[in-house]
């Protein structure tokens, strides 16, 4: 008998754990879209959840690599800014420089990987808290941007095909840019799940002074996580930039907070070890319901604000319950 | 048999404040269990990690099969094939149990930064079945008790295939019977010629499973003796040197006075569960118990660090609510934490400001300045009194020794004028003669009214000082001892007296050791 209750102990648990937060989440988020069809006759239409799923691209690849950094228990304030860098270094490829396209792409996500590994070195190798790092990035590549842009912004015009990269369609009726978050969130996930880099990520942030204990070169797969935060936003600066048709050197900061409220909204724990990549999807797509519900309701941009961020602490906040019960 | 597979010479290692080892030599062979004993802070551990690489040593040699070696960080180590066994448990709590043995090392998949997670679980699942461990290899770290997962980690270091093997205190936390395991799976691994370092505080064992000591005191070396032939007291005579506090201090005789504290029926969760105990005036009250027995859980609860479920707390007879440090503070509560350095102190500042960090209403002025002139003048004064070792009142307390910031933070307390302090392992990392003034310290706190509860996962200590003895196991009470009737052996019956339901919980094969236990509860 207490054999009996005690092997299910485990079992709920687990059930306790992982699955009841993203059940959590993924609950949350068919609530506020229930919410909002019953609200307004216009929320549930094609077009509006098209709107919606690419309000959530930036965002949300954006949130795909910070997800690895909180993951480790760091942070990344850069990430916005970052993109903007992105941006503007593909446009000056494309624009200025007149090179193809996809040297345009590989431009700005190695632009993006450069950044998050000036950020890994400044974590890992100088010990600079990761506030402090990305906070000193964000400022650098806010300001680089607009110094090599010139503070204006520059136009993807002599390249038509640069547009339709994210607001072509390719499959059904569903923007480019959507897919390229799917088979990115895809890709973060293989990542994350089954490879070394991401292995390690949870290690260091579960205990990373045992993961180094274990001979795990911490310095270095930190680093590597930074880097790949960089890519993410490498990838979302080619989505903006392709989505507005344009480098926009002063648009990029509040994405980072933006990012990392999705992160954690979809469960990922500030103190590490623990998150996932689908949490993370669902924590976007909430934010930017969120705001097109409340849009379609007339309620004012302030008030908007003030409900994602009232989200957030909630968000948090159950989490904190869920965990103090266990 | 013979062949010399670690020999360390001349190794030298200082830590702001501490001499850790000073010309420490030892030699390892292949084949044999080497016991390395000394009292805490004698560098026993300090020196297994230079060897592990964790800390790279001042000056001195390592030779390795004869060649002299630099171990640069705990991966050379490994391929050197050496590998240690930390007494902190140093899993990855979110990480299945496979996922922490192969950390590190993973195999790979079809592409090389893929992971083989099948590969990965099934070794994993070998590795256990090999050393008899009921344990799924796809659990969670964090779902596992204290002891699983020391067990955990001793499957982790074998699957290295290492040569040498260092057990920094590997019985710690477990029962008799993980112990007669555990000893199977050092001889096995004695016969394929492993060299094993043991380091362990239960002589008792060293004669059951060593077959040679080697004594460390101070960050010194000693002597290496063959355990078949040396008694106990040789050991032990050894360990202590000057004999420094082996008399046992006397004792202020102050048992029927008045209960100053009452703790009845505690709970929380599974850490607590029905903890019930008094403390007398000028009493010192000693809780033994293995890691994660609940000894601090009950301490940090009594302080309100921690919320209770269920419990009530009486101060002279009355019922109080503490339901934050500061009510306990303004009680007359003090506790000392085992992390000073975290929770004791703030070690960038100085003397002066430590000692008044408890009370600072006490040097504010009407208009709430604070008097500085006061609080020098009474800094001043504890460490006149407690013989605190520093320049001036202005010493920032990261510059001073182990001894001495404990002194700091029980000048704290009393300066808050406690009557009730709970000392969390008061004597960890200080060294051995800072050790006996800190037990002078404590006999005089009691003998002056003060009560004192000293949690201490040193036995040898706890009997030394304790009126009454409180043993704890996974979070319940399991024995009470006068000063007079205690012994090692008695308290560690009652340590590792663990409920007849996690026994089964856990597996199988302990039940047979949870019937004895069964037996003694019904004893008593």
């Known amino acids: 008998m207490a054999s009996a209750a005690t092997t299910a102990a485990p079992r709920q648990s687990i059930l306790r754990s992982d699955a009841a937060q993203k059940l959590l989440a993924f609950g949350a988020l068919i609530l506020i879209f229930a919410f909002f069809s019953f609200a307004s006759p216009v929320f549930f239409t094609w077009e509006n959840i098209k709107g919606i799923l690419l309000a959530t691209a930036v965002n949300g690849i954006l949130a795909l690599g910070v997800t690895f950094i909180i993951i480790t228990a760091g942070i990344d304030l850069s990430v916005g800014t970052v993109m903007t860098l992105c941006a503007v270094m593909t446009g000056v490829a494309i624009t200025n420089l007149g090179l193809p396209i996809p040297v345009g792409i590989l431009v700005s996500l190695l632009t993006g990987i450069a950044a998050g590994s000036v950020n890994g070195f400044f974590i890992s190798r100088m010990g600079i808290p990761p506030f402090i790092a990305t906070l000193g990035m964000m400022m650098m590549a806010r300001g680089l941007a607009l110094v090599i842009s010139g503070v204006k912004p520059i136009y993807f015009n002599d390249a038509p095909g640069f547009r339709n990269l994210t607001m072509g369609t390719l499959v059904a009726d569903i923007p480019n840019a959507v897919i390229i978050l799917f088979v990115a969130a895809i890709i973060a996930a293989f990542i994350l799940g089954k490879t070394v880099l991401g292995r390690y990520a949870v290690a260091m942030g579960s205990n990373e002074e045992a993961t180094r204990l274990s001979g795990v070169n911490v310095a270095n797969w930190k680093t590597a996580v930074y880097a790949l935060g960089g890519f993410f936003s490498g990838l ?6 392709s989505r507005l048709n344009s480098a926009q050197p002063a648009l990029g900061m509040g994405y980072e907070l933006d990012a990392i409220a999705a992160v954690v909204i979809g469960g990922t724990s500030l103190s590490g070890g623990q998150g996932t990549i689908l949490g993370t999807v669902i924590g976007a797509f909430i934010i930017s319901t969120l705001t097109n519900g409340l849009r379609i309701l007339s309620v004012p941009q302030e008030w908007q604000m003030v409900v994602t961020g009232a989200i957030v602490i909630l968000a948090v906040y159950l989490d904190i319950v869920r965990r103090r019960r266990q | 048999m013979d062949t010399v597979l670690v020999k360390m010479e001349g190794i030298d290692k200082s ?21 390395l004993v000394g009292e805490n802070g004698a560098g026993k551990s300090t020196l297994m990690k230079i060897l592990s690489g964790i800390y790279t040593k001042d000056a001195g040699h390592i030779y390795y099969l004869g060649e002299e070696t630099e171990i640069d960080g705990p991966r050379e180590a490994q391929h050197l094939g050496i590998s240690m066994i930390h007494q902190e448990l140093n899993l990855m709590p979110h990480l299945t149990l496979a996922q922490n043995v192969f950390i590190g090392r993973e195999p790979r998949g079809a592409l090389p930064f893929m992971l083989d997670e099948r590969k990965i679980n099934a070794q994993t699942e070998a590795l256990f079945e090999r050393m008899n461990l009921r344990l799924n290899p796809g659990t969670k770290a964090s779902e596992l008790t204290v002891a699983k997962q020391q ?34 799976i050092i001889r096995d691994l004695r016969s394929k010629g492993v060299g094993i370092v043991y380091i362990s505080h239960r002589l008792e064992e060293l004669k059951q499973i060593c077959d040679r000591i080697t004594v460390m005191r101070d960050g010194q070396y000693v002597d290496t003796v063959d355990a078949a032939s040396i008694p106990i007291d040789r050991i032990i005579s050894m360990m202590v040197g000057r004999t420094i506090y082996e008399s046992a201090p006397e004792l202020p005789e102050n048992r029927d006075t008045e209960t100053v504290l009452e703790v009845r029926n505690l709970n929380r969760g599974k850490e607590l569960i029905d903890v019930n105990f008094s403390l007398k005036k000028g009493e010192i009250l000693g809780f033994a118990g293995l890691m994660g027995a609940g000894r601090t859980e009950v301490a940090r609860a009594i302080f309100g660090a921690d919320p209770v479920d269920s419990g009530e707390i009486y101060l002279y007879g009355k019922r109080v609510g503490i339901h934050h440090p500061r009510t306990a503070v303004q009680n007359g509560l003090g506790y000392l934490s085992e992390d000073r350095k975290r929770y004791g102190l703030a070690t960038g500042l100085n003397v002066e400001i430590n000692n008044a960090l408890a009370s600072m209403g006490q040097f504010l002025s009407s208009v709430g300045v604070v008097n500085d002139s006061k609080m020098e003048e009474r800094a001043e004064q504890y460490v006149e009194t407690l013989a605190i070792k520093t320049p001036s009142v202005n010493q920032l307390v990261k510059n001073l020794s182990g001894g001495n910031q404990q002194k700091v933070v029980i000048g704290k307390w009393l300066t808050a004028d406690s009557d009730i302090l709970i000392f969390d392992e008061p004597t960890r990392g200080i060294d051995v003669g800072a050790k006996s003034e800190i037990y002078h310290l404590l006999n005089e706190l009691a003998g002056q009214g003060k009560s004192i509860i000293m949690i201490s996962s040193e036995l040898p200590e706890i009997l030394r000082m304790s009126h009454r003895i409180i043993v704890m196991c996974e979070g ?3 024995g009470e001892l006068d000063a007079t009737e205690a012994t090692q052996e008695r308290i560690m019956t009652y340590a590792t007296m663990r409920s007849v339901l996690t026994d089964q919980d856990d597996d199988n094969h302990s039940t047979d050791d949870a019937a004895p236990a069964a037996v003694t509860v019904s004893q008593k």
């Open chain 2, 151 to 184: 067990m955990v980690e001793i499957a982790k270091a074998l699957s290295f295939d290492s040569q040498v093997l260092i057990m920094d205190e590997p019985t710690a936390a477990l029962t008799n019977a993980e112990i007669d395991e555990l000893f199977r």
């Open chain 2, 15 to 35: 830590f702001p404040g501490v001499r850790a080892l000073i010309n420490a030599q030892f030699e390892l062979r292949a084949g044999e269990v080497h016991a």
């Open chain 1, 236 to 241: 979302a600066g080619v989505v903006i930039a």
């Open chain 2, 476 to 478: 319940r009470i399991t």
